[in-house]
Structure formats: structure tokens, C-alpha cells
């Protein structure tokens, strides 16, 4: 079976040489028109040669692919193709048992979103293509994502993704765990983002000019306001948190290189996981392996650090070494 790059493209352009019997096509013209599809499609000059072709062909003509009644005339020392029904097209076919296969994975993928807001039509699309395809359900699911539909906020995603979307400012009504009374400010959306099983939205606060984030189990509620809305143009979000941890970003903050001390027994895992994509091995021993990653140190940062537990040890910068230190001493006191 034929699974490489560009496989699609390939059968149909095939296909559509064995429907025309107004031409002779011999292997050399299939070969020509596969790269001539690919090179329309994808834009690359990187071909396939004979032997890719006659993979092609021999797929299409099995039960895995269409079974296509492909005829192979003679003329002299050369063979040309064409199918033996006129009215065949693989157009007309039901899908094959690889693109069903494919299928299956991609609506396998599409499960992760079930449940959430925003994406209820995934499970209505789940079933009626299973029945559509003819499609064998699962026993079980075999693949599982971290989620907690428990979340409080949940309810408010649809809307707000909408509001993104539609470019509509808010009028947000927000109580965070230290506040005592709730605030009102008037937020420009621009981006969802899920960290540690929460969301954040971000925008421009206008009620502070400045770019914000609110957890939206902290949301209470929310309407659309009367201001014109607020596009975009200054932030692009992949590097908005590419020196961070999490989802505290302060502009005012410097981005600060960690040194830390990994135990040998830990270090597998944080090598398989980096804490950040800034991760290097600077130094490495029989007992230890000294790391370092440049980040801005933020309450996300402390927190995955001390996850760990002692199987780190933060050398530098003093500064966030005496925060250890004086957590660590909290938490023996509360044990004495």
C-alpha cells in the first residue's frame, strides 16, 4: 500500500489518465502527469520515478484501494493503460479501506474536543459519519487526554470564543482568588489559551490600556460592550510566551538564566520533558546534571520547580534560590 507524500493527488491524477480514451497513456506519461498534479498542488519539482507509479497502480487495482478494471494494451514492445470500463472513475467510488482508515484517525483526534463548548457538533459529526462510512466502531477509547470537565468557567467558552472571532469588545465582571469585591473592565479578546487544565483569555484592558489575562473560572459574568473593537496588530502570541512558564507574562520583567541541579534519578524525566524549550545541560556527573533555562520567574516557574520536589535544587540566581529556601522552611515548620 501506498502511504507516501502526495499519494492522493497521485490516484487521481492517475484516474483521470485511465478515463481518457482520447489519449495513449504509456508509463512514461503517467509518471509525467503525477508530477505535473503534484507541482499544481503542492507547488514542488520533487517527483516520483516508474517504480512509485506502478506502487500507485497496483494499490488502486486492490481491495484496499478502488479495484479499478484497469486494462493494459499492447502496442508493439510498449504497454499503454486505460480502464476497461469506460464509466469508471475512482470519483464515483465509496471511500477505501485506507482513506477510511485515515478517517478513523482523524475523527479519533476530533474526540479530544467532545464535550467542550463550541465543538458540540463534533459528536452528531462522529456518528453520522461512522454510519455514513460504514465505519467499525471501537471497543474503547485506546487514546486519553488530560481535561477536568468540572472546570468552572467552561460555560462562558462558547461566547467568548465567538466574541474573538466576530471582533466584539467585553464588558468582563472578574473576581480573582484575592480579590475581595469583584472589578469591571472592558476587554478587547484576542486569544484563549489552556494551561495546566485552566483557560486564560487574553486582550487589551482598556480600562488599564495594557494587555491583561483573566482565568475564566474567575469570570462571573460578561456582556458585549458599547465600543468599537480592538484588533490584534501588535502581538503575535507564539512569542508573547516564549520566555515564560505558564501564563504570567510581565513586561517589566526581566528574562533571568536558572541554573539548576538535576539528581541523575530525576534527570531522565526532565530530560524527555525539558522545563523549557531554553533547556541546556551545562554540566553533568555520576550523582548530578547541572541545567539552565532562561525564563522570566514567575509564580508557574516556582511552581513546576517545586513539583519536583528534592529532586532539583536551584543554584542561581540567588534571589529565587532564597525563595526556595524560605519555602522549604515554611513547609518543615508546618511539620514539626
Known amino acids: 500500500m501506498a502511504t507516501n507524500k502526495h499519494a492522493t493527488i ?8 485511465f478515463a481518457n480514451f482520447g489519449r495513449k497513456f504509456f508509463i512514461e506519461d503517467l509518471v509525467e502527469a503525477s508530477n505535473a498534479a503534484i507541482y499544481e ?31 493494459r494494451v499492447k502496442e508493439g514492445k510498449r504497454v499503454y493503460y486505460r480502464y476497461a470500463d469506460r ?11 485506507a482513506e477510511a482508515e485515515q478517517l478513523k484517525e482523524t475523527l479519533t483526534i476530533l474526540s479530544r474536543f467532545k464535550g467542550m463548548p463550541q465543538f458540540e457538533w463534533i459528536e452528531e459529526m462522529h456518528i453520522r459519519l461512522t454510519k455514513v462510512f460504514h465505519l467499525k466502531e471501537d471497543v474503547g477509547s485506546i487514546v486519553g487526554f488530560e481535561q477536568n470537565p468540572f472546570l ?5 467558552f462558547t461566547e467568548i ?7 466584539v469588545a467585553l464588558d468582563i465582571v472578574y473576581q480573582g482568588f484575592r480579590q475581595n469585591t469583584p472589578t469591571q473592565v472592558t476587554l478587547h479578546p484576542w486569544y484563549l489559551k489552556q494551561f495546566n487544565n485552566r483557560w486564560f483569555l487574553f486582550g487589551h484592558n482598556e480600562t488599564y490600556n ?9 469570570i462571573l459574568q460578561f456582556t458585549s460592550a458599547k465600543v468599537s473593537y480592538r484588533e490584534n496588530k501588535q502581538l503575535d502570541f507564539d512569542a508573547y510566551f516564549e520566555d515564560v512558564i505558564g501564563v504570567t507574562v510581565r513586561p517589566d520583567v ?5 541554573q539548576i541541579r538535576v539528581d541523575n534519578a530525576l534527570w531522565p524525566y526532565i530530560e524527555s520533558k525539558p522545563l523549557h524549550g531554553s533547556q541546556k545541560v ?7 546534571t547541572r541545567i539552565e533555562i532562561a525564563v522570566q520567574v514567575n509564580h508557574e516557574l516556582l511552581a513546576l520547580l517545586f513539583s519536583y520536589l528534592d529532586g532539583l535544587e536551584v543554584i542561581s540566581p540567588p534571589s529565587l534560590r532564597s525563595k526556595f529556601k524560605a519555602l522549604a522552611e515554611s513547609i518543615t515548620s508546618k511539620y514539626l
Open 10 to 17: 497521485r490516484y487521481h491524477a492517475l484516474d483521470k489518465c
Open 41 to 71: 498542488f503542492t507547488g514542488t519539482e520533487n517527483g516520483v520515478k516508474k517504480r512509485q507509479v506502478f506502487d500507485d497502480i497496483k494499490f488502486m487495482e486492490s481491495d484496499q484501494g478502488w479495484s479499478i478494471p484497469l486494462e
Open 87 to 97: 464509466a469508471f472513475t475512482i470519483k464515483d467510488q465509496g471511500i477505501n479501506q
Open 152 to 156: 468552572k468557567g467552561l460555560d462562558h
Open 161 to 167: 470564543f465567538n466574541a474573538i472571532q466576530h471582533g
Open 210 to 218: 495594557a494587555i491583561s489575562n483573566f482565568a475564566l473560572d474567575r
Open 254 to 258: 526581566e528574562v533571568e538564566t536558572i
Open 282 to 288: 551545562k554540566h553533568k556527573s555520576d550523582t548530578e
